[in-house]
């Protein structure tokens, strides 16, 4: 493979980068497992899920299940308007001889 001058398509982010600091729901585990005498060395990887550049729960939802929405309802009306259009008339379907 040649020099190209190209690194890695991605970056590794480092532990130290994440913080949860600052985020009061991971804050508030952390205090509540103090309590117990508990200490989650690993709560911090949690803390990339409440970014605002990775939008909150509701905006990753509606983001996975509306993704493809305006694509699928253009097609649906273009499917319907064509229909139309080529004088397709599908009423009465299954009722031939009536």
């Known amino acids: 493979m040649g ?36 200490k989650d060395p690993w709560i911090r990887n949690e803390a990339w899920r409440y970014s605002p550049a990775f939008g909150t729960k509701w905006m990753r939802a509606r983001k996975l299940f509306f993704r493809g929405f305006p694509l699928g309802l253009g097609l649906a009306i273009a499917t319907v308007a064509l229909g139309k259009l080529s004088g397709d008339d599908h009423h009465g379907h299954g009722h031939e001889g009536h």
């Open 3 to 38: 020099g190209h001058g190209h690194g890695p398509p991605y970056v590794v982010t480092k532990a130290s980068d994440y913080s949860i600091k600052g985020i009061w729901e991971l804050e508030e585990l952390e205090k509540a497992l103090a309590r117990k005498g508990l």
